[in-house]
């Protein structure tokens, strides 16, 4: 998607710390989550499992956090089944099946939970399991967003950012990514901080762009390292440093990012990097 600059990677399940912080929280959040669990809350049980899927604060389980999604699921609790769609669309715990990550992400959907229109959306962006449709995605997208769910409006921000049969609006772009920052949501602060760079949609400022980044890597999303380690690089908007840049570089490569793994390698001469994004679905 998109021009010169854009961003790319699903965020990958971010360690307990980042190189900017050692953050307590996802251990405790867990550790919440399994006591409501155990005492019937099944929405913490639907929140549990997609800790377990993703080794936030606890250690990776899928087979357990099936479990947990299917039980939820069944007695009547909407993100128990948004979970389910997850799995299914990430294979974590099952065999990956786009179909039935489709349908699971639809009752969800239906049911009230809006990270279900979300994930259906995503699937029908790129015709996973579901027929294909631009149309479809950006509604299902602006429900999740209207329904509370961050992942959705970021996901919204990036196809109005151009190039997806959608029509180009910039400014509601960064407005949305802005929103899904806010919110908290990691990889929205990344992508807003690329449009921030480039000056699309918003005034071009580097010191504010670096601070996106920073919040984004510091969120566990690892796009938003990259970026970071190419602005300290260049002393873009922050104190150059190349120390630092290599680290920030070698950490989001560690994390999976394919840019942080191309900006801890040298580069070749005359060689120009655009800044990694995350794409609208991912």
Do not use: I
């Not at 699903?10 to 710390?17: E, H, I, Q, Y």
């Not at 009230?112 to 029908?124: I, K, M, P, R, S």
Request: charge should be positive; charged fraction near 20%; hydrophobic fraction near 40%.
């Amino acid at each position: 998607m998109g021009a010169t600059l854009f961003l790319f990677g699903l965020a990958t399940g971010c360690p307990a710390a980042t190189p900017e912080r050692a953050d307590p929280d996802p251990p405790a959040r867990a550790a919440r989550l399994e006591r409501r669990c155990a005492g019937g809350d099944q929405a913490s049980c639907a929140r549990l499992a997609d800790a377990l899927a993703t080794a936030q604060g606890v250690a990776r389980d899928p087979v357990r956090a099936l479990d947990l999604a299917r039980g939820a699921c069944a007695r009547g609790e909407a993100g128990g089944c948004a979970a389910l769609g997850r799995l299914h669309a990430s294979g974590r715990g099952v065999p990956k099946n786009p179909m039935a990550a489709a349908r699971w992400f639809r009752q969800a959907c239906e049911a009230g939970d809006a990270t279900g229109c979300t994930g259906l959306a995503a699937l029908q962006l790129k015709g996973h399991g579901v027929a294909k449709s631009t149309a479809d995605a950006a509604a299902g997208f602006r429900r999740g967003c209207e329904g509370g769910d961050p992942g959705g409006c970021d996901a919204l921000g990036t196809l109005l950012e151009g190039g997806r049969q959608v029509p180009e609006d910039l400014p509601r772009a960064v407005e949305l990514h802005g929103q899904a920052c806010e919110a908290g949501f990691a990889a929205a602060c990344s992508n807003l901080g690329a449009l921030v760079a480039k000056g699309r949609g918003a005034p071009a400022d580097d010191a504010r762009a670096a601070e996106l980044f920073r919040r984004a890597c510091t969120g566990g999303e690892m796009a938003g390292c990259a970026n970071l380690s190419l602005m300290v690089a260049q002393g873009r908007g922050v104190a150059k440093d190349p120390g630092r840049a290599a680290f920030l570089a070698q950490w989001a490569c560690g994390g999976g990012s394919a840019f942080g793994c191309s900006l801890a390698r040298p580069p070749e001469a005359g060689a120009h990097r655009p800044m990694s994004r995350r794409s609208a679905g991912d």
